[in-house]
């Protein structure tokens, strides 16, 4: 059973830094892409960044100079290096990974996820 477990989130000023990690446990044929989403109180999920296998990456436009996106393919971890954090960046943060099984199907899964709160 595949399960992605969260780390790194908590509290921090405006102009800070954190940065989460999520690793993907279990018996894991093949992770695909995989991603960040943030979801703030009141709105709906959206995403934040999304890294593929080859390393390509795709970024909100809100987060684009502040935040990088990275992966370890050996260890199934996907990181998010958040820098020059802004109140609005408040928000639970999902990791998500899409799994290919060997089978050839694939699902995707979800973290659990990680408060983040950034103090103006």
């Known amino acids: 059973q595949v399960q992605l477990v969260e780390s790194g989130g908590g509290l921090v000023q405006a102009g800070g830094s954190l940065r989460l990690s999520c690793a993907a446990t279990?018996?894991?044929?093949?992770?695909?892409?995989m991603g960040w989403y943030q979801q703030a109180p009141g709105k709906q999920r959206e995403v934040v960044a999304t890294i593929k296998r080859d390393g390509g990456t795709n970024y909100a436009d809100s987060v684009k100079g502040r935040f990088t996106i990275s992966r370890d393919n050996a260890k199934n971890t996907v990181y998010l290096q958040m820098n020059r954090l802004k109140p609005e960046d408040t928000a639970v943060y999902s990791c998500?990974?899409?799994?290919?099984?060997?089978?050839?199907?694939?699902?995707?899964?979800w973290g659990q996820g990680t408060q983040v709160t950034v103090s103006s």
């Open positions: 998500n990974a899409e799994i290919r099984t060997t089978m050839g199907f694939t699902y995707t899964k």
């Open positions: 279990g018996t894991i044929p093949t992770v695909n892409t």
